[in-house]
Protein backbone atom coordinates (compact mmCIF):
# COMPACT_ATOMS: atom_id res chain seq x y z
CA UNK A 1 0.00 0.00 0.00
CA UNK A 2 1.11 3.11 -0.92
CA UNK A 3 2.20 5.91 1.98
CA UNK A 4 -0.52 8.67 1.10
CA UNK A 5 1.31 11.35 3.18
CA UNK A 6 4.40 10.77 1.00
CA UNK A 7 2.56 10.51 -1.87
CA UNK A 8 0.48 13.70 -1.30
CA UNK A 9 3.71 15.91 -0.26
CA UNK A 10 5.29 14.33 -3.25
CA UNK A 11 2.79 15.28 -6.17
CA UNK A 12 1.88 18.71 -4.25
CA UNK A 13 4.77 19.89 -3.53
CA UNK A 14 5.97 22.69 -5.40
CA UNK A 15 10.36 23.51 -4.91
CA UNK A 16 10.62 25.83 -2.44
CA UNK A 17 14.57 27.19 -1.92
CA UNK A 18 16.91 25.79 0.65
CA UNK A 19 14.50 22.42 1.70
CA UNK A 20 15.85 19.37 1.14
CA UNK A 21 12.70 17.09 -0.18
CA UNK A 22 13.56 13.88 2.43
CA UNK A 23 10.58 11.95 0.59
CA UNK A 24 12.17 12.00 -2.58
CA UNK A 25 16.06 11.45 -1.60
CA UNK A 26 16.86 14.62 -3.50
CA UNK A 27 18.07 17.72 -2.30
CA UNK A 28 17.47 21.35 -3.64
CA UNK A 29 19.42 24.36 -4.07
CA UNK A 30 19.90 27.75 -5.95
CA UNK A 31 22.20 29.10 -8.51
CA UNK A 32 22.14 32.63 -8.85
CA UNK A 33 23.76 33.51 -12.31
CA UNK A 34 21.09 32.24 -14.47
CA UNK A 35 18.86 32.21 -11.49
CA UNK A 36 18.10 28.64 -11.17
CA UNK A 37 16.43 26.18 -8.49
CA UNK A 38 18.49 23.24 -9.08
CA UNK A 39 17.17 19.50 -7.90
CA UNK A 40 19.77 16.77 -7.31
CA UNK A 41 18.79 13.38 -6.41
CA UNK A 42 20.49 10.80 -4.98
CA UNK A 43 20.31 8.71 -8.07
CA UNK A 44 22.36 11.33 -10.25
CA UNK A 45 18.84 12.56 -11.46
CA UNK A 46 19.34 16.37 -11.52
CA UNK A 47 16.24 19.24 -12.38
CA UNK A 48 16.99 22.46 -13.05
CA UNK A 49 14.36 24.87 -13.28
CA UNK A 50 13.96 28.40 -14.07
CA UNK A 51 13.27 30.36 -10.47
CA UNK A 52 9.57 31.25 -11.49
CA UNK A 53 8.44 27.52 -12.76
CA UNK A 54 6.55 25.11 -10.88
CA UNK A 55 7.77 21.85 -10.46
CA UNK A 56 6.32 19.45 -8.94
CA UNK A 57 8.24 15.97 -7.91
CA UNK A 58 6.03 12.64 -8.93
CA UNK A 59 7.67 9.92 -6.85
CA UNK A 60 4.25 7.43 -7.25
CA UNK A 61 5.29 4.37 -5.13
CA UNK A 62 7.09 6.28 -2.18
CA UNK A 63 10.52 4.53 -2.65
CA UNK A 64 11.96 7.85 -2.71
CA UNK A 65 13.09 7.74 -6.47
CA UNK A 66 11.36 10.20 -8.93
CA UNK A 67 9.21 8.61 -11.68
CA UNK A 68 8.38 11.84 -12.64
CA UNK A 69 7.70 15.82 -12.53
CA UNK A 70 4.92 17.75 -13.30
CA UNK A 71 5.77 21.40 -14.79
CA UNK A 72 3.20 23.75 -14.71
CA UNK A 73 5.53 26.86 -16.58
CA UNK A 74 8.85 28.08 -18.14
CA UNK A 75 11.52 25.89 -18.37
CA UNK A 76 13.33 22.22 -17.13
CA UNK A 77 16.45 21.07 -18.09
CA UNK A 78 16.41 17.09 -17.47
CA UNK A 79 20.08 15.23 -16.51
CA UNK A 80 19.63 11.77 -16.26
CA UNK A 81 23.00 9.64 -16.26
CA UNK A 82 22.72 6.09 -18.44
CA UNK A 83 24.38 4.49 -15.49
CA UNK A 84 21.68 5.49 -12.75
CA UNK A 85 19.45 3.21 -11.71
CA UNK A 86 16.65 1.54 -14.28
CA UNK A 87 13.28 3.31 -13.40
CA UNK A 88 9.88 1.31 -14.26
CA UNK A 89 8.91 2.80 -16.97
CA UNK A 90 11.79 5.62 -17.79
CA UNK A 91 11.68 9.41 -16.42
CA UNK A 92 8.88 11.82 -17.16
CA UNK A 93 8.03 15.36 -17.34
CA UNK A 94 4.47 16.20 -17.93
CA UNK A 95 3.52 19.36 -18.84
CA UNK A 96 -0.08 20.42 -19.89
CA UNK A 97 0.27 19.42 -23.35
CA UNK A 98 2.95 16.83 -23.57
CA UNK A 99 4.62 13.51 -21.76
CA UNK A 100 8.63 13.66 -22.41
CA UNK A 101 10.10 10.19 -21.38
CA UNK A 102 13.93 9.10 -21.27
CA UNK A 103 16.15 6.44 -20.12
CA UNK A 104 19.40 8.48 -20.05
CA UNK A 105 19.96 11.62 -21.32
CA UNK A 106 20.12 15.30 -20.83
CA UNK A 107 17.22 17.45 -22.72
CA UNK A 108 15.31 20.76 -21.97
CA UNK A 109 11.32 21.49 -21.70
CA UNK A 110 10.28 24.88 -22.27
CA UNK A 111 6.18 25.59 -21.59
CA UNK A 112 4.17 28.21 -21.91
CA UNK A 113 0.11 28.74 -21.97
CA UNK A 114 0.13 27.48 -25.79
CA UNK A 115 2.63 25.23 -26.42
CA UNK A 116 5.42 22.62 -24.68
CA UNK A 117 9.12 22.76 -26.62
CA UNK A 118 11.30 19.52 -26.07
CA UNK A 119 14.96 19.57 -27.35
CA UNK A 120 17.43 16.78 -26.61
CA UNK A 121 21.10 17.69 -25.87
CA UNK A 122 22.17 14.04 -25.73
CA UNK A 123 20.49 10.63 -25.44
CA UNK A 124 16.76 10.21 -26.64
CA UNK A 125 14.10 11.11 -25.98
CA UNK A 126 10.33 9.94 -26.21
CA UNK A 127 7.33 12.67 -26.56
CA UNK A 128 3.83 12.38 -26.98
CA UNK A 129 0.52 14.14 -26.40
CA UNK A 130 -0.62 14.39 -22.89
CA UNK A 131 -3.93 13.91 -24.24
CA UNK A 132 -3.01 11.15 -27.31
CA UNK A 133 0.42 9.08 -25.30
CA UNK A 134 -0.53 6.21 -27.90
CA UNK A 135 1.18 8.71 -30.55
CA UNK A 136 4.81 9.98 -29.93
CA UNK A 137 8.07 10.62 -31.64
CA UNK A 138 11.18 9.74 -30.43
CA UNK A 139 13.97 12.59 -30.65
CA UNK A 140 17.62 12.16 -31.24
CA UNK A 141 20.61 14.77 -30.69
CA UNK A 142 20.03 18.02 -31.85
CA UNK A 143 16.22 17.66 -32.38
CA UNK A 144 13.19 19.02 -30.95
CA UNK A 145 9.60 18.92 -31.09
CA UNK A 146 6.70 22.00 -30.21
CA UNK A 147 3.88 19.56 -28.64
CA UNK A 148 0.54 22.36 -28.64
CA UNK A 149 -3.21 21.50 -28.02
CA UNK A 150 -3.55 20.37 -31.44
CA UNK A 151 -3.80 16.71 -32.65
CA UNK A 152 -2.16 16.60 -35.88
CA UNK A 153 1.43 15.01 -35.95
CA UNK A 154 3.97 15.59 -34.35
CA UNK A 155 6.78 17.20 -36.53
CA UNK A 156 10.80 16.17 -35.32
CA UNK A 157 13.11 18.90 -36.55
CA UNK A 158 16.73 19.82 -35.96
CA UNK A 159 16.55 22.75 -34.21
CA UNK A 160 18.45 25.88 -35.55
CA UNK A 161 21.83 26.78 -33.51
CA UNK A 162 20.32 30.19 -32.40
CA UNK A 163 17.06 28.17 -30.95
CA UNK A 164 19.11 26.04 -29.32
CA UNK A 165 21.38 28.55 -27.80
CA UNK A 166 18.61 30.74 -26.57
CA UNK A 167 17.37 27.74 -24.68
CA UNK A 168 20.48 26.75 -23.00
CA UNK A 169 21.91 30.17 -22.15
CA UNK A 170 18.94 29.97 -19.94
CA UNK A 171 20.49 27.44 -17.95
CA UNK A 172 23.71 29.12 -18.20
CA UNK A 173 25.06 26.09 -20.71
Known amino acids: MKNPARVAAALAASIVPGIALA ?103 VVARRNAPGVSVTLAPGEGVDVDGDQGPLDVRRWPQERVRGLLERFGQ
Do not use: N
Not at 54 to 83: F, H, M, S
Open 23 to 125: QTRCTETTRFDPPLRVLHCADGLSLETERSATLRPIDRDGDGQLEGAEIGGRAVLVTLPPRSRPRKGGFQILTPHAIASVRGTVYAVDVTDAKTAVFVARGHV
